[in-house]
Nanobody, 122 residues
Framework: QVQLVESGGGLVQAGGSLRLSCAAS?????MGWFRQAPGKEREFVAA????????DYADSVKARFTISRDNAKNIGFLQMNSLKPDDTAVYYC??????????????????WGQGTQVTVSS
């Protein structure tokens, strides 16, 4: 069983940066990040394979966001740079235990954190 806890959200001005953390317990193959803004569907942000380190990013965040991991501490990170108001959302980390391929589909992730609010002001 996997438990996930996000942290690091907050208020930042457009153009600024934030780093989100996802502290995990238990074993998993992939950690993903998703976000959901009010009135919008949950969308894929990024995913990281915990073993080989491969990563996948949504087109909307490529070149701005970086997903990384600290395997020793079992913590995932999402570094967010050049933030813009459209990035405002609740950000969730999630984990896959059975799939060995990176997935952008939320329904492939079995475990979810509680979410952390990111607000980007103009």
């Amino acid at each position: 069983q996997v438990q996930l806890v996000e942290s690091g959200g907050g208020l930042v001005q457009a153009g600024g940066s934030l780093r989100l953390s996802c502290a995990a317990s238990g074993r998993f193959s992939t950690m993903g990040w998703f976000r959901q803004a009010p009135g919008k569907e949950r969308e894929f942000v990024a995913a990281k394979h915990w073993i080989d380190g491969s990563a996948d990013y949504a087109d909307s965040v490529k070149a701005r966001f970086t997903i990384s991991r600290d395997n020793a501490k079992n913590i995932g990170f999402l570094q967010m740079n050049s933030l813009k108001p459209d990035d405002t959302a609740v950000y969730y980390c999630a984990a896959v235990t059975t799939d060995w391929l990176l997935s952008r589909s939320a329904n492939r992730y079995s475990y979810w954190g509680q979410g952390t609010q990111v607000t980007v002001s103009s």
